[in-house]
């Protein structure tokens, strides 16, 4: 007769240890973890080299993955544009007659500045950026919202140094590696960004809200002034971001101040640039980037 095949570990001393020896291993597995998981919440430094060597192993597949993704969302549009290209056809027609009215006059605000500048004896800057990355990788789903750029310390990048793309303000340089940087969004709970309203100067200041808002918070309590559309950029205060670089758009009143849209999104960017700090006593050192290495 054929023992059964459901027998106990009891009857096997090999199966008694290998069950033993996997419960101490479950355990010292779960311990290690844990210890690492307080060591990382008490102190999100402390494994910032283990993550950017990992970041520097990982971007070359990171590449590859952004480059897939852009060009499976051009095959797509293309796909979609073939549908849709009357109706589209009209529509930036319509766009485009609307966009000459704004130029006309967006050139008559601008000599108007030029003109009052060159009174007050002002010169403006644009600063040049350090460098020109491709986003390899976001975050979606966790809390906090962290992205990954293709450049980093051998690149001239620096902690601090604002991101941006076409459209506005991405974030600021968290932790380097060697090839690539990590980047704090500015829809991070953690992030605090400096506004004023572009059409008259309202101060405020934005905090992400991770999901991909912001909060915005006037620094003058009162009756509020924001509307929905308003455009926010950047006000300089502080130092850390140059004036005038937009950030999002009103989307929602509250008691406050309002709830804001991000104009860049990180999930539909592309490429970044790599600012350098801005530091409004020192007006030289934005018009050039530093040399690679350097400390600014």
Same mark, same amino acid.
């Given at each position: 007769?054929?023992?059964? /095949? ?33 060591? &990382?919440? /008490?102190?999100? /430094? ?10 520097? *192993? ?14 499976? %969302? ?35 605000? +601008?000599?108007?500045? %030029?003109?009052?500048? +060159? ?11 350090? *460098?020109? *990355?491709?986003?390899?990788? &976001? ?25 941006? &793309? ?11 590696? &060697? /090839? ?29 809200? *991770? ?5 915005? %918070? ?42 804001? %849209? ?24 934005? +018009? ?9």
């Amino acid at each position: 007769m054929a023992p059964p /095949s459901n027998r106990h570990s009891g009857f096997s001393r090999k199966a008694q240890y290998t069950t033993f020896f996997a419960y101490i291993a479950a355990g010292l597995g779960a311990l290690v973890g844990g210890g690492l998981l307080f060591a &990382s919440l /008490s102190d999100s /430094s402390r494994f910032a080299p283990v993550r950017s060597a990992a970041t520097d *192993a990982t971007a070359p597949v990171a590449e590859a993955a952004a480059a897939t993704r852009r060009e499976s %969302r051009g095959l797509f549009s293309a796909i979609g544009g073939y549908f849709t290209s009357g109706r589209e056809h009209a529509r930036l027609r319509r766009e485009v007659t609307e966009a000459r009215v704004k130029l006309v006059e967006a050139q008559a605000v +601008a000599e108007e500045n %030029r003109r009052l500048k +060159a009174l007050l004896g002002l010169t403006a800057q644009e600063p040049r950026p350090v *460098a020109t *990355a491709m986003m390899i990788g &976001s975050s979606s789903s966790s809390t906090r919202r962290f992205a990954t750029i293709s450049k980093g310390g051998r690149d001239g990048v620096t902690v601090g140094m604002p991101i941006r &793309s076409p459209l506005g303000l991405v974030g600021r340089v968290l932790e380097l590696g &060697s /090839s690539t940087a990590r980047v704090l969004l500015i829809t991070d709970p953690e992030s605090v960004v400096p506004v004023r309203r572009a059409a008259d100067g309202v101060p405020a200041f934005a905090t992400g809200r *991770a999901d991909g808002q912001l909060q915005v %918070r006037l620094i003058n309590l009162g009756l509020n002034p924001l509307k929905r559309g308003d455009v926010l950029v950047t006000s300089g205060s502080g130092g850390l971001y140059r004036p005038g670089v937009p950030v999002a758009m009103v989307a929602e009143l509250t008691r406050d101040g309002a709830i804001a %849209r991000v104009l860049s999104d990180p999930g539909a960017t592309e490429f970044v640039t790599v600012e350098p700090v801005w530091n409004p006593t020192l007006p030289s050192a934005q +018009a050039s980037p530093p040399t690679p290495g350097a400390t600014p």
